[in-house]
């Protein structure tokens, strides 16, 4: 069977920042995600993964932007009115992983926010970490990797210039 790959694609400050401290983003305005592959990224995974604030952010939008492809948001609370690829889930993200693995899911783009990212880390499941660094400080907001991540060792695949000074960086897990 082949294996999954859990694929992070994230924006992130100079200081390691991925978004505001009111969990805002307007920073990134000027950075679209296409200048930083999120196109090939979307047309080449299977599922998205998600924490419960990044999928409060993203139906803030409007239109849910993912379509049809199966999104698993991470919460403990009902899911008021998904749209109909959208599904709760509760639990331990290694045992929600392993169901998702067990679903076929061979690439999977777990989207954030920080607190999934550094689950997945800690589950042993973050394979591919790719991601816009925008030239600014934010100085405070929500940190990437905060104090109590599990170290994850990686080995740098790409690095990239992008418009506006900003970097576009894949590094993958080093196991």
């Known amino acids: 069977m082949e294996k999954t790959i859990w694929h992070c694609h994230i924006a992130m ?50 239109e849910w932007p993912y379509g049809d492809k199966p999104t698993i948001v991470m919460t403990h609370r009902p899911l008021l009115d998904p749209p109909r690829a959208v599904e709760a889930r509760s639990g ?13 899911y061979r690439r999977v783009w777990v989207e954030g926010g920080a607190q999934l990212i550094r689950g997945m880390i800690a589950a042993g499941k973050l394979d591919v970490l790719e991601i816009a660094i925008v030239p600014i400080v934010l100085g405070d907001g929500i940190p990437l990797i905060a ?7 990686l080995t740098l695949k790409s690095c990239e210039p992008r418009r506006g000074g900003a970097l576009h960086v894949v590094y993958e897990a080093a196991r």
Do not use: C
């Open 147 to 153: 104090l109590g991540t599990p170290e994850l060792k």
């Open 13 to 62: 400050s100079l200081d390691g920042k991925i978004a505001r401290a009111d969990g805002s983003f307007d920073w990134l305005e000027d950075y679209p995600p296409q200048d930083f592959g999120f196109d090939a990224l979307m047309a080449g995974i299977d599922a998205i993964l998600m924490g419960r604030d990044t999928y409060e952010v993203t139906r803030g939008f409007g």
């Open 92 to 104: 331990e993200l290694a045992v929600v992983a392993a169901e998702l693995e067990a679903r076929g």
